[in-house]
């Protein structure tokens, strides 16, 4: 199972971005893809999940409102897309899934595959 994230860079305070999930392999779709941030020196910070074959989805609460999280089965990605970007989100964005087909949201084995991570940097 081989997650890969995109989409991160340099955005400034207020700016918008969308982070991608893919795959090589398995079907996201059948899944649950939970997007995840770790900030230099932090924990990590769950964000969000989604579960595209039974409809169920979350957002944390210290995001909702400017972060979303959705699917799209006919291109295999899952996205996270980031509103009113604050210095604060500055982080190593991830991709992981429990590799269990059928899994919802969270899913009860804990996640065991993660991607490879994508830097967001907000500044000015």
């Known amino acids: 199972v081989q997650l890969q994230a995109s989409g991160g860079g340099l955005v400034q305070p207020g700016g918008s971005l969308r982070l991608s999930c893919a795959s090589s392999?398995?079907?996201?779709?059948?899944?649950?893809i939970g997007w995840f941030r770790q900030a230099p020196g932090k924990e990590r910070e769950g964000l969000a999940c989604?579960?595209?074959?039974?409809?169920?989805?979350y957002i944390t609460d210290s995001v909702k409102g400017r972060f979303t999280v959705s699917g799209d089965i006919a291109k295999n990605t899952v996205y996270l897309q980031m509103n009113s970007l604050k210095p604060e989100d500055t982080a190593v964005y991830y991709c992981?899934?429990?590799?269990?087909?059928?899994?919802?949201?969270?899913?009860?084995?804990?996640?065991?595959?993660w991607g490879q991570g994508t830097l967001v940097t907000v500044s000015s």
């Open positions: 992981a899934t429990d590799g269990s087909v059928g899994s919802s949201c969270p899913p009860a084995r804990g996640w065991n595959y």
């Open positions: 392999g398995f079907t996201l779709e059948y899944y649950a």
């Open positions: 989604i579960s595209s074959h039974d409809g169920n989805s």
